[in-house]
């Protein structure tokens, strides 16, 4: 209970003082926004919380407006012709999710934690096959945790991984969770977006070895 709590009080200051040292970057990013694709610069998406609780999430708009209206979430692919030029360099940066800063002040999120993942999203594999994401094993053990702007998966797994490998990264962080682990992991996280490389393959995972995290038992 006493990690819980301290789990929550760290969100809350963190996230404040976030939002208000980035005042003059979400003012940027809005007209950077509306300049190439016009309005919404904002999109609120329905999200999967902890125990399978819903809530709206808040992202810069990273896509072109026709992906608003798709029936079928399926996760943007490397080179995505959906992302506008100015969604590659928030991707990049993880600068598109600035705006969850207020999901975590609001208690819908944390800082660390498995992503936040959309209702009825569909995996699609290689081969063409699909399969909806609540079938892969490790969800309902991940979903007992509050999602997280940034975490384990999100650091060391490559976007084009498969779901069940990522899942495997979502519960290893329960089984080692600690505060001093958060704080590791956001820093962690700040270098990536200083460096823009949320979105490379590969450069991520020879960074387990600092987390004495082993690829073989994940």
Same mark, same amino acid.
């Given at each position: 209970m006493k990690g819980i709590l301290r789990k929550r009080i760290f969100d809350i200051v963190l996230s404040a003082g976030g939002l208000l040292l980035s005042a003059w970057l979400w003012a940027f990013i809005i007209i950077l926004i509306i300049i190439e694709d016009g309005f919404p610069f904002l999109i609120k998406q329905q999200r999967v919380g902890q125990n399978g609780r819903?809530?709206?999430?808040?992202?810069? *708009?990273?896509?072109?407006?026709?992906?608003?209206?798709?029936?079928?979430?399926?996760? @943007?692919?490397?080179?995505?012709? *959906?992302?506008?030029?100015?969604?590659?360099?928030?991707?990049?940066? @993880?600068l598109d999710e600035l705006p969850q800063l207020i999901n975590i002040l609001l208690g819908d999120m944390s800082f660390v934690g498995p992503r936040p993942l959309l209702?009825?999203?569909?995996?699609?594999? @290689?081969?063409?096959?699909?399969v909806n994401i609540t079938d892969i094993p490790g969800y309902k053990e991940r979903i007992t945790m509050s999602p997280g702007l940034t975490g384990i998966s999100q650091i060391f797994a490559d976007r084009d991984l498969?779901?069940?490998?990522?899942?495997?990264?979502?519960?290893?962080?329960?089984?080692?969770?600690?505060i001093f682990f958060d704080i590791k992991l956001i820093l962690l996280s700040f270098i990536i977006t200083f460096c823009k490389s949320w979105e490379k393959r590969g450069m991520k995972i020879g960074l387990l070895k600092n987390f004495r995290i082993k690829s073989e038992n994940l």
């Amino acid at each position: 209970m006493k990690g819980i709590l301290r789990k929550r009080i760290f969100d809350i200051v963190l996230s404040a003082g976030g939002l208000l040292l980035s005042a003059w970057l979400w003012a940027f990013i809005i007209i950077l926004i509306i300049i190439e694709d016009g309005f919404p610069f904002l999109i609120k998406q329905q999200r999967v919380g902890q125990n399978g609780r819903l809530f709206k999430s808040y992202k810069f *708009r990273s896509m072109r407006k026709s992906t608003l209206t798709e029936e079928i979430n399926i996760q @943007a692919r490397p080179d995505d012709p *959906r992302v506008t030029r100015v969604g590659r360099f928030l991707r990049k940066t @993880a600068l598109d999710e600035l705006p969850q800063l207020i999901n975590i002040l609001l208690g819908d999120m944390s800082f660390v934690g498995p992503r936040p993942l959309l209702p009825n999203e569909i995996e699609v594999y @290689a081969n063409g096959g699909t399969v909806n994401i609540t079938d892969i094993p490790g969800y309902k053990e991940r979903i007992t945790m509050s999602p997280g702007l940034t975490g384990i998966s999100q650091i060391f797994a490559d976007r084009d991984l498969p779901r069940y490998l990522k899942f495997k990264y979502d519960i290893q962080y329960l089984q080692k969770y600690s505060i001093f682990f958060d704080i590791k992991l956001i820093l962690l996280s700040f270098i990536i977006t200083f460096c823009k490389s949320w979105e490379k393959r590969g450069m991520k995972i020879g960074l387990l070895k600092n987390f004495r995290i082993k690829s073989e038992n994940l």
